[in-house]
T-cell receptor, first 112, second 114 residues
Framework: KNEVEQSPQNLTAQEGEFITINCSYS?????LHWLQQHPGGGIVSLFMLSSGKKKHGRLIATINIQEKHSSLHITASHPRDSAVYICAVRIALPGSQGNLIFGKGTKLSVKP | GAGVSQSPSNKVTEKGKDVELRCDPI?????LYWYRQSLGQGLEFLIY????????KSGLPSDRFSAERTGGSVSTLTIQRTQQEDSAVYLC????????????FGPGTRLTVL
């Protein structure tokens, strides 16, 4: 069983739609990251959060520590949002080294 | 530089050869991480450095893999006697300190073993 599960694996949306990507994890964490990876491109960190909610432009990330669940929302989606979105967690261990455990990613395609 | 850099961006090698991949982290970042992304697979942790020390090598897939970091800056990941299953994108990331703050990723090195 993967320690980090994402859903859906693939998502196709029409431009302008509201999008939600979900992430569940089974371990105690100190932080959760949402990353974006464009085709052939590098990885960009979108959010790092350990509680509550963060917003950046059209992107919103929430986390519920008790339920071990996080969501990434994209409002008014645009074709340039097409990418793979990856959830990653940093395990809470004494002297944690901070290395991340990754979900398998959600491939988002936004059609014009 | 402003971000994490990696070289080469692409490397094609023959099975059995040794390769060296380089990572130059953001200046001042004490923690450095190596990850691997195989085709169709998710990202997996390989090794991390705090300063020049590597407290956790648990992710290295075999003893053909090694890494070092000198001067608390540049790191080199070495793969000896490469195998076809080593083909992947190797990503480096750095953060201010281990377990603290965001990790900033480099563009990766795409390794192809023929």
């Amino acid at each position: 069983k993967n320690e980090v599960e994402q859903s859906p694996q693939n998502l196709t949306a029409q431009e302008g739609e509201f999008i939600t990507i979900n992430c569940s994890y089974s371990v105690g964490i100190s932080a959760l990251h949402w990353l974006q990876q464009h085709p052939g491109g590098g990885i960009v960190s979108l959010f790092m959060l350990s509680s509550g909610k963060k917003k950046h432009g059209r992107l919103i990330a929430t986390i519920n520590i008790q339920e071990k669940h996080s969501s990434l929302h994209i409002t008014a989606s645009h074709p340039r949002d097409s990418a793979v979105y990856i959830c990653a967690v940093r395990i809470a261990l004494p002297g944690s080294q901070g290395n991340l455990i990754f979900g398998k990613g959600t491939k988002l395609s936004v059609k014009p | 530089g402003a971000g994490v850099s990696q070289s080469p961006s692409n490397k094609v090698t023959e099975k059995g050869k040794d390769v060296e991949l380089r990572c130059d982290p953001i200046s001042g970042h004490t923690a450095l991480y190596w990850y691997r992304q195989s085709l169709g697979q998710g990202l997996e942790f390989l090794i991390y450095f705090q300063g020049n020390s590597a407290p956790d090598k648990s992710g290295l897939p075999s003893d053909r893999f090694s890494a070092e970091r000198t001067g608390g800056s540049v790191s080199t990941l070495t793969i000896q006697r490469t195998q076809q299953e080593d083909s992947a994108v190797y990503l480096c990331a750095s953060s201010l300190d281990a377990g603290v703050g965001e990790q900033f990723f480099g563009p990766g090195t795409r390794l192809t073993v023929l």
